[in-house]
T-cell receptor
Framework: DGGITQSPKYLFRKEGQNVTLSCEQNLNHDAMYWYRQDPGQGLRLIYYSQIVNDFQKGDIAEGYSVSREKKESFPLTVTSAQKNPTAFYLC?????????FGPGTRLTVT | SQQGEEDPQALSIQEGENATMNCSYKTSINNLQWYRQNSGRGLVHLILIRSNEREKHSGRLRVTLDTSKKSSSLLITASRAADTASYFCATYSNDYKLSFGAGTTVTVRA
């Protein structure tokens, strides 16, 4: 899983609560990404950041927010506006064309 | 939006056999990448093939690319139990946005 850490590995929340997922990298990569993965499916892009203090919406940004105040950190907040937040969330960073992934956070909202 | 589509969705083989999976994509590309995901883990980059390459090898992996058919294949030779995983092809739709297919789940039986 390279130099990317995500915490926690498992996260449980009640419906209506916002929750923030952590992603930290020590690879000195400029670009970072958040993906969502549902069972038996591929990855869908939520947000990405090419550089500090800049980020762009991906394909499924509704109900999510991010910040990029430091190069090493790209936290994702799952808001109560996200209708189906239960999923596996993966953070990645990019060097040239390759992406390096963290171990993921499995979020369950009940 | 998914750029690549893998085929088959699932594959079960005996240890020592070869595994072949295919990927089709929709738009022109500069390169195509293959990633592996072990159950419940992050993705790991396996191999990148550029649009001007037709075949590339890395250990027991062989990747082919046919840009005229917009397709790629991944061959794993002499499979091992540790090869049990999901395999995804991925292409960039712009310099930063990597799109993944739904993946092929490979099970290697002892």
């Amino acid at each position: 899983d390279g130099g990317i850490t995500q915490s926690p590995k498992y996260l449980f929340r009640k419906e209506g609560q916002n929750v923030t997922l952590s992603c930290e990298q020590n690879l000195n990569h400029d670009a970072m990404y958040w993906y969502r993965q549902d069972p038996g499916q591929g990855l869908r892009l939520i947000y990405y950041s090419q550089i500090v203090n800049d980020f762009q919406k991906g394909d499924i940004a509704e109900g999510y927010s991010v910040s990029r105040e430091k190069k090493e950190s790209f936290p994702l907040t799952v808001t109560s506006a996200q209708k189906n937040p239960t999923a596996f969330y993966l953070c990645a960073s990019k060097n040239r064309e390759e992406q390096y992934f963290g171990p993921g956070t499995r979020l369950t909202v009940t | 939006s998914q750029q690549g589509e893998e085929d088959p969705q699932a594959l079960s083989i005996q240890e020592g056999e070869n595994a072949t999976m295919n990927c089709s994509y929709k738009t022109s590309i500069n390169n195509l990448q293959w990633y592996r995901q072990n159950s419940g883990r992050g993705l790991v980059h396996l191999i990148l093939i550029r649009s001007n390459e037709r075949e590339k090898h890395s250990g027991r992996l062989r990747v082919t690319l046919d840009t005229s058919k917009k397709s790629s294949s991944l061959l794993i030779t002499a499979s091992r139990a540790a090869d049990t995983a999901s395999y995804f092809c991925a292409t960039y739709s712009n310099d930063y946005k990597l799109s993944f297919g739904a993946g092929t789940t490979v099970t290697v039986r002892a």
